[in-house]
T-cell receptor, first 115, second 113 residues
Framework: DTGVSQDPRHKITKRGQNVTFRCDPI?????LYWYRQTLGQGPEFLTYFQNEAQLEKSRLLSDRFSAERPKGSFSTLEIQRTEQGDSAMYLC?????????????FGPGTRLTVL | GNSVTQMEGPVTLSEEAFLTINCTYT??????LFWYVQYPGEGLQLLLKATKADDKGSNKGFEATYRKETTSFHLEKGSVQVSDSAVYFC????????????FGKGTLLTVNP
């Protein structure tokens, strides 16, 4: 079990640029989640995949955000035309459908700073 | 909808002191309850969990009991260490068509030597 990995760990960009983050879940997990965490707050749900299907999107996920999970393995989260308000930690988590209790395992996160 | 309310920090304790961080929740049905810990600059690590009423989750000296009658899941540790300094998050999962975790705002714990 290598855990959930995310890349990059840190990203600094200028306002208006596009950024893309990658998440590799635990290999046998077919559920994958993205959350956003701002300073002093708990993580907030953005979107959820079961295998390659995106089943739920939060209203926090504006039109500038898009997420994919091709082939049901890794996932990418893209933010277009970044704004300063997008500065946050973006967390990825994965879980297995075999567990009813919903335990999700988190990666180390990608910290985005928009200048 | 689901919600989690946890004790606001920061909490500052001396080493070997007793820790309690309060957490209450609102949810439909029978949610699973979790405590996650976040060390500076890192992601969230699962600390403990409980999936039904009266279950006690425990790990690394931390404990929490799922109390349905008071809708609470308070985190306790009998003797904290400096290495326990971190942010602690209470979370719930209600399942069914609701796949996400709902988190509290987190409680910053600082333990001084």
């Amino acid at each position: 079990d290598t855990g959930v990995s995310q890349d990059p760990r840190h990203k600094i960009t200028k306002r208006g640029q596009n950024v893309t983050f990658r998440c590799d879940p635990i290999s046998e997990h077919n559920r994958l989640y993205w959350y956003r965490q701002t300073l002093g707050q708990g993580p907030e749900f953005l979107t959820y995949f079961q295998n390659e299907a995106q089943l739920e999107k939060s209203r926090l996920l504006s039109d500038r955000f898009s997420a994919e999970r091709p082939k049901g393995s890794f996932s990418t989260l893209e933010i277009q035309r970044t704004e300063q308000g997008d500065s946050a930690m973006y967390l990825c988590a994965s879980s297995s459908t075999s567990g009813r209790e919903g335990t999700q395992y988190f990666g180390p996160g990608t910290r985005l700073t928009v200048l | 909808g689901n919600s989690v309310t946890q004790m606001e920090g920061p909490v500052t304790l001396s080493e070997e002191a007793f820790l309690t961080i309060n957490c209450t929740y609102t949810a439909t049905g029978y949610p699973s309850l979790f405590w996650y810990v976040q060390y500076p600059g890192e992601g969230l690590q699962l600390l403990l969990k409980a999936t039904k009423a009266d279950d006690k989750g425990s790990n690394k000296g931390f404990e929490a009991t799922y109390r349905k009658e008071t809708t609470s899941f308070h985190l306790e540790k009998g003797s904290v260490q400096v290495s326990d300094s971190a942010v602690y998050f209470c979370a719930l999962y209600s399942g069914g068509s609701n796949y996400k975790l709902t988190f509290g705002k987190g409680t910053l714990l600082t333990v001084n030597p």
